[in-house]
């Protein structure tokens, strides 16, 4: 039993250095054909050397058909990902991505849009912004780096026709130039929805703030790059069960849902592998799930009818899956 999406075949048509540690990769179909269609916001699972699949954010303008754009962190915490990326995809090489699917999407009811990135959390940020400059929305967007050389898309932000609507805040910069995120989300105005995307703990800055101060909600939209999913002494056996088969599986305290599945032969489809992008979310029909995702919002977690197998786990003996 398997649920694997087909994939498009794709070239690499240039690879660009857009910052230190940050390159990105210019993607066109293989046969020359349009790209299938995208929104601000989407991704596509990159199947990469070595067998790895990993989720990068679109960030060209999602008007284009010809191309799809990505930027890549080399980052030293990697499980392999992004070291494939930057030190085995070279220009010309074929690759196999998936169509784009988006989990981070606008609000277009929003009457205005305050968009926040963190390092390369810039990259689906840097879409949204092409996006509601080009419908004439009202937006502001704030961009958090470490330093100047790794500000990626740097020229290209500050030439755009928005740049009067963007900020820049380094972390070596002057004090009176850095975000004051308290400042920012305080006394949350109607109609307003918060974007974040970045490093964990840009984002838990934000998220914790604007819930302090009252964000509802439903105004506060957000995708992260990498979790940090880690074992537990309260981690036990349990069962799933697969509703269209009866076939039951037995998950092992030292393995994950989607392990376990795999080795009786029923493939779930995945990217992160740490609850971060919901390319495996689950309908849970039975059962109470252990969420250790950072993808589902606090209500959708309480809710308990979905789950993501990559990392999430059961607080009760079995699990009814609708696989």
Known sequence: MSNHQP??????????????DICSFELVAEDGAPLPAFSAGSHVDVHLPGGLTRPYS?????????RYLIGVLRDPSSRGGSQAMHDQVQEGQQLQISAPANHFALAHDAKRHLLLAGGIGITPILCMAERLANTGADFEMHYCTRSLDRTAFHQRIAASNFAPKVQFHFDDGAAGQKLDIPALLNGPAGGVHLYVCGP?????????????????????HYEFFAGAV?????????????????????????????????EAGVEVQMSCEQGVCGTCLTR???GIPDHKDLYLTPEEQAANDQFTPCCSRSRSPRLVLDL
């Open 58 to 66: 679109l960030c060209n303008p999602p008007g284009e058909s010809h």
């Open 284 to 286: 849970v029909i039975e």
């Open 200 to 220: 964990k703990g840009f984002m838990d800055a934000v998220l914790n703030t604007a819930r302090a101060q009252g964000w509802p909600e439903d105004r506060l």
């Open 230 to 262: 880690t074992a537990s002494s309260t981690d036990a056996s349990f069962e799933v069960q697969i509703a269209s088969s009866g076939q039951i599986v037995v998950v092992p305290r030292d393995k994950t849902v989607v392990q376990a599945l795999a």
């Open 7 to 20: 994939t498009i075949a794709v070239r690499v048509a240039r690879k660009q250095q857009e910052a230190l």
